[in-house]
C-alpha cells in the first residue's frame, strides 16, 4: 500500500505564494507519477500538475502554467507544489495522488488513472 499526506495549506492573499508539500511512504517502488489535483466547492477534480518519478519530467494544467512548479525530493519521499501568484479562483481543496499506470498526454491530468490518494489541505486565496 502507498499514503500520501499533503501539508502546507492555508490562507494567501491574491497575488501571494504557498508551498505544499506531499509526504510518500509505504510500497513506492511502482509508483511512476505524483500528481496534483484541486476541487473546489461545487466543482469537479481537477488536475493541476504531474511529475514522472524517474526523471522529474512535469506537465501542468493551462490554468497554473507558469505559476505553480512541482518538483521532488526523492530522499525525502516529498512531492511539492510552488503556487505563486495566485488568484482567487486557485481557491480549492488540493490533493496529491499517485499512478502506478503509464500515462500520456490528458490521461496524466485525469483522475480516473490515479489509485492512491491523499487526505487534502486547503487553500483560500483572499482579495
Known amino acids: 500500500q502507498v499514503q500520501l499526506v499533503e501539508s502546507g495549506g492555508g490562507s494567501v492573499q491574491v497575488g501571494g505564494s504557498l508551498r505544499l508539500s506531499c509526504t510518500v511512504s509505504g510500497i513506492t517502488g511502482s509508483i511512476n507519477y505524483i500528481a496534483w489535483f484541486r476541487q473546489a466547492p461545487g466543482k469537479g477534480r481537477e488536475g493541476v500538475a504531474i511529475?514522472?518519478?524517474?526523471?522529474?519530467?512535469?506537465n501542468y494544467a493551462d490554468s497554473v502554467k507558469g505559476r505553480f512548479t512541482i518538483s521532488q525530493d526523492n530522499a525525502k519521499n516529498t512531492v511539492y507544489l510552488q503556487m505563486n501568484s495566485l488568484k482567487p479562483e486557485d481557491a480549492a481543496v488540493y490533493y496529491c495522488?499517485?499512478?502506478?499506470?503509464?500515462?500520456?498526454?490528458?490521461?496524466?491530468?485525469?483522475?480516473?488513472?490515479?489509485?492512491?490518494w491523499g487526505q487534502g489541505t486547503q487553500v483560500t486565496v483572499s482579495s
Open positions: 495522488a499517485a499512478s502506478t499506470r503509464w500515462l500520456y498526454g490528458l490521461d496524466q491530468l485525469s483522475d480516473r488513472n490515479y489509485q492512491y
Open positions: 511529475i514522472y518519478r524517474t526523471n522529474s519530467a512535469s
